[in-house]
């Protein structure tokens, strides 16, 4: 039997051959044209370009499952949820459907089935045209949010702060969007992994910086919480009661983000079935000694860790990571220099004499920080401390 494997240019670092070496199967591995393809270990394997929105990937994998006998389908991705369970459906493969993965890739489908099922949100309207947007605002007021009904990283996303503001935006620029009312609160991610339908593992973060904050050109930051932080219990609480409602895979990740208001009500944003992006896979990694990832991964291959193996709940270590966002200006050259030995990660993910403007989203950045510190306090003052060092040893022109 075989695998098929569809993979976007950041999951680079997944090493499926090593993962998945005791079911001796072949793997098909249909990926972005920037993978180094020679040194993959793969019994196939094919580029494309673009990869997001590619119809010649999906002929390629039609054909591959019509003439091959696999048996599974990974797609970890957010760009691939979607065509993965389209797949899956079409040619009868386990795993998760469309209908699983539109629910939540599809933000308008989510918060319908949340609000059904009684689960806090916020009051939102799917947009057809600009009567039905002001209507709203007269109903709810200001602030607004006006978000695309399937992207992430809040790539997109408009906060709308009066009347003048709604009708000066272009009505192509609304229709089939989300609209729904601004929740004043402070923000908190909660990431895990599901398998045979029970959460694993599952430990609460909060982002330092709020998830527009690149519209102002700041950096995206997180921690996560301490162990005995009074909020941890209660977003995990929360997270799995949003997992019970939702259509969840069997087995899967999940990043879901949560609000916690002034009234110290908890708010589901949204939630994703797959793994958060930023450091979040990394940071759980060195936190834990664990990779979510590769237990997602190899339950859906029907490998699984001994039933008495037991799942983390506690961080060996507390960790914040940070993602520089880009200026628009050329890079010249990178901060160098010593760092303190609690800075566990300095990674460039940009190129020296490369052209940016500033980011779209929430995830664009040319480098990332990651730093241990003993309490959520500390932590904070390391990521401004490796921020401020960046910005002051960095050249741009």
């Known amino acids: ?15 499926y051959s090593r993962w998945l070496s005791d079911l001796n199967e072949e793997i098909y591995f249909l990926c972005s044209a920037d993978y180094d393809l020679q040194n993959l270990d793969y019994h196939y394997k094919k580029g494309f370009l673009p990869y997001e929105n590619n119809e010649d990937l999906i002929i390629e994998a039609e054909k591959l499952l019509k003439n091959k006998k696999i048996n599974r389908i990974i797609a970890k991705a957010e760009c691939d949820l979607i065509r993965g369970g389209l797949l899956r459906d079409k040619f009868n493969v386990p795993g998760q459907t469309y209908d699983q993965a539109s629910a939540f890739r599809n933000k308008f489908k989510m918060k319908s089935i949340l609000f059904s099922k009684n689960i806090p949100i916020a009051e939102f309207c799917l947009i057809d045209k600009m009567e039905s947007a002001i209507e709203f605002a007269e109903i709810y007021g200001f602030p607004l949010i006006v978000k695309p009904v399937d992207a992430s990283g809040s790539f997109g996303t408009i906060k709308i702060n009066s009347m003048e503001e709604l009708k000066n935006i272009s009505e192509l620029n609304l229709v089939n969007k989300l609209l729904e009312i601004f929740v004043d609160g402070e923000m908190y991610h909660i990431d895990g992994v599901v398998i045979n339908n029970e959460v694993r593992f599952i430990y609460p973060s909060k ?52 609000f916690h208001t002034p009234d110290d009500q908890l ?37 699984f860790y001994p039933s008495a193996y037991v799942f983390p709940n506690k961080p060996n270590i507390l960790i914040g990571w940070i993602l520089i966002t880009p200026r628009s200006a050329i890079l010249k050259k990178f901060a160098e220099g010593s760092l303190p030995d609690w ?39 390391r990521l401004h401390y490796v921020d401020k060092w960046f910005s002051d040893n960095t050249v741009w022109e």
């Open 1 to 15: 039997m075989g695998i098929l494997v569809l993979s976007n240019s950041r999951g680079k670092d997944i090493p």
């Open 207 to 258: 982002y330092i910086t709020s998830c527009l904050a690149y519209q102002e050109n700041q950096s995206l930051k997180s921690q996560l919480l301490e162990f005995d932080n009074p909020l941890r219990d209660r977003l995990i609480d929360f997270t799995k009661k949003v997992l019970i409602a939702m259509p969840t895979p069997e087995h899967s990740t999940f990043h879901a983000e949560v």
């Open 267 to 303: 708010v589901l944003c949204e939630i994703a079935s797959r793994t958060g992006g930023g450091r979040v896979r990394k940071t759980l990694n060195l936190a834990f000694d664990l990779d979510i990832d590769e237990h997602w991964i190899k339950a859906q291959c029907n490998i």
């Open 343 to 381: 800075v566990l990660e300095y990674r460039h993910v940009g190129k020296e004499g490369t052209s940016y403007k500033n980011a779209n989203k929430s995830t664009d950045c040319v480098a990332t920080f990651i730093v241990k510190g003993c309490s959520e306090k500390e932590i904070q003052e």
